[in-house]
Nanobody, 129 residues
Framework: QLQLVESGGGLVQPGGSLRLRCAAAGGTVDYYAIGWFRQAPGKEREGVSCVSASGGSTDYANSVKGRFTISRDNAKNTMYLQMSSLKPEDTAVYYC??????????????????????WGQGTQVTVSS
């Protein structure tokens, strides 16, 4: 059973940066596509970004394109979400999630919550002056 633990959230001023980290345990992430999601109070959980199992394909929500970068380090069983030029509307609990692919060469990913089987507990990101 894959377990995911997020870290790196916190309070940051508008325009600042944070790097979220998602550490996996209980299995190797090589066969998993990874997604980052967020949920603000009173809103539905939305897909922010995803990366394919191979690492060769990524996708971003329009609201974060050009500001966020997803990456993965399979050797460390860890995934990252680098967030820059943060805005107050980025305030939310951020979750990483994983879905098992048939091979480690998967070349696609999806930002729908319905696609993912394993979830972390979330880390709070607050953007405020």
């Amino acid at each position: 059973q894959l377990q995911l633990v997020e870290s790196g959230g916190g309070l940051v001023q508008p325009g600042g940066s944070l790097r979220l980290r998602c550490a996996a345990a209980g299995g190797t992430v090589d066969y998993y596509a990874i997604g980052w999601f967020r949920q603000a109070p009173g809103k539905e959980r939305e897909g922010v970004s995803c990366v394919s199992a191979s690492g060769g394909s990524t996708d971003y929500a329009n609201s974060v394109k050009g500001r966020f970068t997803i990456s993965r380090d399979n050797a460390k069983n860890t995934m990252y979400l680098q967030m820059s030029s943060l805005k107050p509307e980025d305030t939310a609990v951020y979750y990483c999630a994983a879905v098992l692919e048939p091979t480690p060469y998967g070349s696609s990913c999806h930002r729908s919550t319905l696609q993912y089987d394993y979830w972390g507990q979330g880390t709070q990101v607050t953007v405020s002056s």
